[in-house]
C-alpha cells in the first residue's frame, strides 16, 4: 500500500497501546510512510517503533515531553537531520483528568490546558516553519474530542483545551493556506483506549450514561481515528482544511 509511500510523519503520544497515536503510525507504516513516534514513554515508544519495523515498516522513536520547547527543538531538528523535510504531524498526545467543576484543582486544570493545547501550538509552530521551509506544503493534524464540540459532565478542563484546539486549528489552516500547508482536527468520540479506563474510574458516575449515548451502541476502536488520519494525512485530502472530522459513532448528531 502506498497512500503515503515515503511521507516523513511524526506522531507524538504513541506509546500507549492500545491508543491512538499507537495506532496511527502503524496504519501509516502500512501505507509507505517513514515515521517517527514521541511520548515521553520513551521506552513504549520504541516498543511501538519496533514492532512497525518487524512488519516491514519504517518507524524511529524518540522521549518526548511535548509540553517543552527544548524537546521539540530537538525532535525536529533529528528529523531535519535524516530527512530535511516533515510532511505530516500529529499532535495526538493529551490527557484526561475528569473532575466536576467544584472538585478539580488549579494545577489540574493548567496540567491538561499545557499537555492537551500548549503543546499543540508549540509543534504546530514548528511543523509550520520545517514545512514552509521544504516548500512541499504538508498536513497537520490536531486530536480533539467530540468534548470540544459540545458540554460533557466532569469534563471542563478537557473540553476547554479541546475546544481551544479546534479554532486554533482553523487559525492554522488560513495561516498556512497559500504554502498548501493544511491543518485540521479530529473529534474521537468513545473510543476503547487505555485512556477510557482511567476515564472509567475518574467519572463512574457519569461514564455508563455517556456510553448510552452511542447511537451506534458500542465504543469504536482505535483504528476509526487512524484511519482518518490517513486520509488527512494523505494526498486525497489535499483540498480539506480548517474543519473538523468527527468520528463518534453519531454522538454528536442527536
Not at 517543552?68 to 498526545?93: F, P, Q, T
Not at 514552509?132 to 458540554?151: D, E, H, Q, T, Y
Not at 479546534?166 to 479530529?186: M, Q, T
Amino acid at each position: 500500500m502506498s497512500r503515503l509511500k515515503d511521507k516523513i510523519a511524526l506522531v507524538t503520544g504513541a506509546a500507549s497501546v492500545p491508543g491512538l497515536g499507537s495506532a496511527t503510525a502503524q496504519r501509516f507504516a502500512e501505507e509507505g510512510a517513514i515515521v517517527w513516534l514521541t511520548d515521553r514513554d520513551a521506552e513504549g515508544a520504541e516498543k511501538v517503533a519496533a514492532a512497525i519495523r518487524e512488519k516491514g515498516g519504517r518507524a524511529r522513536s524518540a522521549g518526548h515531553d511535548v509540553t517543552s520547547e527544548a524537546d521539540w527543538d530537538r525532535v525536529m531538528k533529528d528529523i531535519d537531520g535524516a530527512h530535511g523535510r516533515l510532511d505530516v504531524l500529529v499532535n495526538n498526545a493529551g490527557i484526561a483528568v475528569l473532575r466536576p467543576i467544584e472538585e478539580m484543582t488549579l494545577a489540574e486544570w493548567n496540567l491538561q490546558n499545557e499537555v492537551n493545547l500548549t503543546s499543540v501550538f508549540l509543534g504546530s509552530k514548528r511543523a509550520v516553519a520545517a514545512m514552509r521551509k521544504a516548500g512541499n506544503g504538508g498536513s497537520i493534524i490536531n486530536i480533539s474530542s467530540v468534548a470540544g464540540l459540545f458540554g460533557v459532565p466532569a469534563c471542563g478542563a478537557y473540553a476547554a483545551s479541546k475546544g481551544g484546539v479546534r479554532l486554533f486549528s482553523k487559525v492554522i489552516a488560513v495561516e498556512g493556506a497559500k504554502d498548501k500547508i493544511r491543518c485540521n482536527s479530529v473529534h474521537p468520540g468513545m473510543i476503547l483506549t487505555n485512556m477510557q479506563d482511567v476515564a472509567a474510574e475518574d467519572n463512574a458516575a457519569n461514564y455508563d450514561a455517556t456510553v448510552a449515548l452511542i447511537p451506534m451502541g458500542y465504543m469504536g476502536d482505535p483504528i476509526e481515528i487512524a484511519n482518518m488520519n490517513l486520509f488527512l494525512a494523505s494526498d486525497e485530502s489535499r483540498y480539506v482544511t480548517g474543519t473538523e472530522m468527527i468520528v463518534d459513532g453519531g454522538m454528536s448528531a442527536q
